[in-house]
């Protein structure tokens, strides 16, 4: 039995690759998607590459009517994608894509976000939705909160050392890379190709990302304690991919078999053997983290590297594995697509 | 019930294409992989990227065993092809992707390649791969001979202007632009990364390169008279996908209808309203076709653009379309996937 | 002696090119730059590579006293650029960058950009600014057009051939290949890195890319008879350079001759030996032409290829080559910077 | 006057390098090249981007005349350049670009690089050409080292702060990025436009690159005390960069004032204001190295990320500068090009 899903901002990099996802998917029929200045086109102007595909046209939100549909994918802007969801009918399965539900305390929202939540009621509600960490509760929620895909990243590397107690909770630094296509489809200089192209560099420098507020959120929970991680973000010309390079103090095998053990049994988080390390063209349009640990030459020190696409694993491979389990359909279902090499 | 094949030359590019698609093939299973100087190693070694895959051992092709294979995919280089093609117990279906038996006249062979032709019996068997038009030669054949990758871009152009004669057959001009990865993985000066990013040249200028021996071979015959056409490929900075740029004269309009009309059928071409035209960025990773059609100022002249992704299209995803038709499978099994954007 | 320039539209990408190159002239100095949005910043706020020498702030156009100031240089958008002029002092030199004052015919102009010539008493003063065949007007000029860095690279393929006959006038096609900085620093969607980088697709297909009026004009006026050619301007994943392809009927050696003999005195064209061609890769951040011609298989076709920086050659460095005649200064200094490669 | 130099091993990327720089240097004359496998080519055979200049043809190091030659530099491999250099004249001048002289004490040569150095009397004689901090020994030394090009770049972020006490020697880690040139114009496998092009990932990881030699040695040296650094080099989809991301324990505002003291008098090392950070793009082809400071959230911790270009600033363009140093020209000349963007 197919489940109906519409799409919120079908116009931007996530929505489209939701659509590229469920295109394949089984079980799931896209029956309505919205955009808000490229309402009354067709995916086939806005996204070319979805061209072969039967899909309904774009609409705006207040055109749209869920009555017989499922599930909302909500890859609205932040801020934008908080009013919509308060006025969304109650009876709607909700995976947010944007930052709006990610953080659970409100103040820690309004402190990384700049300005207090419209909906905090709805922030209570919400499950964070690194699926791998929060399955059961993802499973019968109603409404599930994307993570960061940076965010992500570094999570996969280092909850399982944490839980486990075998690093220094007091000195993580992660030093992290990532492709444009994170930033979305928004017309800033700084994304143009003359600027990116050959060139890289940090940004958000010194604690000011706002996926810091997850990791502090996440990290502090799992350790019982406050926990700060450093945190350097980097622009690479390339379109997607994230590497994350995390600094940790520890006995090297007994994190890389820590991180064995905890990912075990997890269809998409592959554990490199000790000492590889991953690359970010190795995961590119899949679902699949790639996670490698190597020790340093002076002991009691390893970097864990952690590598995963930021459009698909990172939100909407996420989101889409975070729907197969709220709807009650095999959580891979969809997900196994291999990457896209070279 | 599934189908069970080969895959010579595994440690190629169109070898790792072929595991990639079939990685979700229903119907197909892998069941052995052989490569020359990497014989030994597993798939997760040669390329990480199928490193979640259970896939068979990398093995020399003397070592393989063909009892219970269906069907052999041989990704080896050109000329290595044809002696292990004609080595092959007569019971196996085969699927070239080499360019060893494209050509159907063993004097074009030793034009075009510079050698006579090891296993000319073979050549006479084998049918020319461009599924389209080839369909029902395919599903009964033993032996296909996959076609070159521009070749196939050119003609998917083309074919259907010729044949409905609507062009001036003296008149053709095909500029072609290719991304690299179909000079495969060689070790060769011009495709490091420090020789080729940033920069674009043309290549094999002044009909010499090898794909111009299928174009004169297919179009003369369907135009049944001979026919050359004017071929200039250029490299481009980009990993996959290939943009033809056509120039032909014709009524424009007559020229968009007719292709219009003879793809109206096909699954994975798709025709561009009249006066679009496509990006290989649209098609990246897929086994789709983008054609469009734009008239020139000056009336009785056109342009044809036709992109597709060379390693998918263009190799892997033509032999695996073939393959379907062979093995009696649905012909847009595992194919279906939607291109990867951005 | 030093002389004093002002760049007006400093802010954009030919902007800064001519501070770059400026920046080691050993005879010219910069007094001062505007900007419209970005006035009041430092160069190094804007640009900053530039950060390293000291200029002058940026400030707006009505806020500039060009006493003392030899030459302008003019880099901002098409249609500004007219109305600016019109109000500069008649004591300064002037080379614009834009397309205003390319096209000496008002109706032609009309034709091309949509609407009439604000100051049509200026358009018949300016002079073509292609400075190998316009040198004598450019050194007693006031005002110099800048060519189109399209319109440049396709000059130098095919001036020498019209002008000496021969080629075939009717049968000319230029399929040209550029980088994406000649677009300029404007936040447009198909700019982003995320949408051009592994793409790439034609643009303003069919006749109707500006550049083809200065084709018209120039082609025309050698021939001494209406020459019309087809051209298809092609965007490429990489920020500089620009390959025509040039396809031309006539004898592949005589053209190779005609082009090295009318070239041979130049010191930025380098005609290639016969049957090489160039890349854009050996000529980019330079004001050097690469120019190589390859006859086809069919005799009486040939195809010439030319290659130069759009960002040197194709505006900014010409500019400069220009300015060095209008000022008195020996014409190749501050421009013989070798590529950089790779 | 000028001088006369040759270059060793000129078919490299840091000799096409030197080429390019000194192709504008008024003191400096190429004399001789030199090439192996290439001998016999001239270079516009084998770097078409130095078509325009008139050089030496490519010749055999032992068919050069060293008679009238001022100075040599050597851009050989490593191992190679050790028996060359043994081998030529006392009376010549030698700039070496490859590793075999940067370190002093010929058991951290044997131990980086895996076995004994062949000339260990000259390993003591030669200077190491970090000119801003070995200025006056390179202007009386017979032999300069090169250094890394990644050590150079960790060393403009660190030398000044552990020479002024200012941070923790124990809590060093060097996080850095570069472009794929800097391993050279060799044929490997990973260095393939297609296995590069969209990916990135660390190398020589765990303390493992050779570079940590240099580190070391220098560090050591400067604190009077054992420093060992952790250091991460990541390769990325780019031709020429270095991007240092440094961590490091102190007060960010002491560490970015005592940069730029140490730095304030220097014509090439530019220190951003405090908060800001580079990009590779602002450097690119350029000699110049721009740092930047920023304070984490947690006081006591700061990052200082580096940039410069690795063929120019990190090899040749510091081979060029300590060149002028040992020749009596002006330290600057031919190397205040302004950097290439974009």
């Given at each position: 039995?197919?489940?109906r899903?519409a799409?919120?901002?079908?116009?931007?990099?996530?929505?489209?690759?939701?659509?590229?996802?469920?295109a394949?998917?089984?079980e799931?029929?896209i029956?309505?998607?919205?955009?808000?200045a490229?309402?009354g086109?067709?995916?086939?102007?806005?996204?070319?590459?979805?061209?072969?595909?039967?899909?309904?046209?774009?609409?705006?939100?207040e055109?749209?009517?869920?009555s017989?549909?499922?599930?909302v994918?909500?890859a609205?802007?932040?801020?934008?994608?908080q009013?919509?969801i308060?006025?969304?009918?109650?009876?709607?399965?909700?995976?947010d894509?944007?930052?709006?539900?990610?953080?659970?305390?409100?103040?820690a929202?309004?402190?990384?976000?700049?300005?207090?939540?419209e909906?905090?009621?709805?922030?209570?509600?919400?499950?964070?939705?690194?699926?791998?960490?929060?399955?059961?509760?993802?499973?019968?929620?109603r409404?599930?909160?994307?993570?960061?895909?940076?965010?992500?990243?570094?999570?996969?590397?280092?909850?399982?050392l944490?839980?486990?107690?075998?690093?220094?909770?007091?000195?993580?630094?992660?030093?992290?890379?990532?492709?444009?296509?994170?930033?979305?489809?928004?017309?800033?200089?700084?994304?143009?190709h003359?600027?990116?192209s050959?060139?890289y560099q940090?940004?958000?420098?010194?604690?000011?990302?706002?996926?810091?507020?997850?990791?502090d959120q996440?990290?502090s929970r799992?350790?019982?304690r406050p926990?700060?991680?450093?945190f350097?973000?980097?622009?690479?010309?390339?379109?997607?991919?994230?590497?994350a390079?995390?600094y940790?103090?520890?006995?090297?095998?007994?994190?890389?078999a820590?991180?064995?053990q905890?990912?075990?049994?997890?269809?998409f988080i592959?554990v490199l053997?000790?000492?590889?390390?991953?690359?970010?063209?190795h995961?590119?349009g899949?679902?699949?983290?790639?996670?490698?640990?190597v020790?340093?030459?002076?002991?009691?020190?390893a970097?864990v590297i952690?590598?995963?696409?930021?459009?698909t694993?990172?939100?909407?491979?996420?989101?889409?594995?975070n729907?197969?389990?709220?709807?009650g359909?095999?959580?891979?279902?969809?997900?196994?697509l291999a990457?896209?090499?070279?």
């Amino acid at each position: 039995m197919s489940h109906r899903v519409a799409i919120l901002g079908a116009s931007g990099y996530t929505g489209a690759e939701l659509v590229r996802l469920i295109a394949t998917h089984p079980e799931i029929e896209i029956a309505a998607l919205s955009a808000h200045a490229k309402a009354g086109q067709s995916m086939a102007e806005v996204f070319p590459h979805l061209r072969h595909l039967e899909l309904p046209r774009l609409q705006r939100i207040e055109e749209l009517d869920f009555s017989g549909i499922d599930l909302v994918f909500c890859a609205l802007p932040h801020a934008t994608s908080q009013s919509v969801i308060k006025a969304l009918p109650r009876a709607l399965k909700i995976i947010d894509l944007s930052a709006d539900f990610r953080l659970r305390d409100p103040k820690a929202y309004e402190k990384w976000y700049g300005k207090p939540h419209e909906a905090p009621e709805l922030q209570a509600e919400a499950v964070y939705g690194l699926t791998e960490f929060y399955r059961e509760e993802i499973r019968a929620a109603r409404l599930v909160a994307g993570t960061g895909c940076n965010a992500a990243t570094g999570q996969y590397a280092l909850r399982p050392l944490i839980a486990a107690g075998v690093i220094d909770l007091d000195e993580i630094i992660i030093d992290l890379k990532a492709g444009v296509s994170g930033a979305g489809r928004s017309l800033k200089e700084n994304l143009l190709h003359a600027e990116l192209s050959e060139g890289y560099q940090a940004y958000a420098v010194g604690g000011t990302h706002r996926h810091l507020g997850e990791f502090d959120q996440e990290f502090s929970r799992i350790a019982g304690r406050p926990v700060e991680v450093q945190f350097t973000p980097h622009l690479i010309p390339a379109n997607r991919g994230i590497l994350a390079t995390v600094y940790v103090r520890g006995e090297a095998e007994e994190i890389h078999a820590t991180l064995a053990q905890a990912y075990a049994a997890e269809p998409f988080i592959k554990v490199l053997p000790f000492g590889a390390h991953p690359s970010t063209h190795h995961v590119r349009g899949s679902n699949y983290v790639h996670i490698g640990v190597v020790g340093d030459r002076r002991p009691g020190r390893a970097v864990v590297i952690a590598a995963l696409d930021n459009l698909t694993k990172g939100s909407s491979g996420q989101a889409l594995q975070n729907a197969n389990l709220m709807l009650g359909i095999e959580e891979t279902t969809g997900l196994t697509l291999a990457p896209v090499f070279p």
